[in-house]
């Protein structure tokens, strides 16, 4: 697994690339614990062109950067500057790039989404958040996106433009899955962001 500064991984990113975050705190550690992997939120990189910025949408209880839409930091759902996000972040960052960039319709698709779900809190049902980790009989969640987490956003997104398969809700999906290999098809390597080097 190769690293990289943010500026030299920066003018490749593209709108629709996965984003994976190794928190530090005690919810990381929970949920590090319950996915048996290092890897403990997830966001989705969007390229601004019209602000000429990279942003990262999320859904989060733990943001310290405002949402660029209200101007104010908040819970839930948000689209952040990525490059604060990384300089604020107390943790490691991966970040693995769509093999196959987005068309028009799956851009499309990504701002109706937005809009759908741009004020929609983070998940309020603890159940949901450990039966997305757990497998085991009655361990199946039904979709509802009333309120969402971080990995439920990206992978209802990635299932919507058909990156993922309709069958599986996507509240199904942790972070711990979007590192895995099993998102190999859909996905490159997964490159560790320097973040020291941002700061």
């Known amino acids: 697994m190769k690293t990289m500064s943010y500026d030299v991984i920066r003018p490749t990113l593209k709108t629709g690339d996965s984003v994976s975050f190794s928190g530090r705190g005690l919810a990381s550690m929970v949920i590090r614990g319950a996915t048996l992997s290092k890897w403990t ?45 990384i300089k604020t972040y107390n943790g490691e960052i991966g970040i693995r790039r769509l093999y196959t960039p987005l068309t028009t319709i799956e851009r499309a698709i990504l701002l109706d989404m937005q809009r759908e779900v741009r004020d929609t809190p983070y998940e309020k049902n603890m159940l949901e958040l450990f039966k997305a980790a757990y ?35 996507a509240n199904e999906y942790t972070p711990a899955d979007f590192a895995r290999e099993g998102m190999d098809d859909i996905l490159e390597e997964m490159i560790m962001v320097d973040t020291a080097a941002g700061r």
């Open 41 to 85: 939120h997830d966001g989705v990189i969007v390229i601004a062109p019209e602000i000429r910025t990279v942003l990262c949408w999320e859904s989060t209880t733990l943001a310290k950067v405002a949402d660029v839409e209200s101007g104010t930091v908040k819970s839930g759902v948000m689209l952040v500057n990525f490059s604060q996000r």
């Open 135 to 169: 497998d085991g009989p009655f361990g199946l969640n039904i979709e509802d996106l009333s309120s969402i987490f971080c990995s439920e956003l990206k992978a209802e997104y990635y299932k919507r433009i058909g990156r993922l398969p309709a069958s599986k809700p």
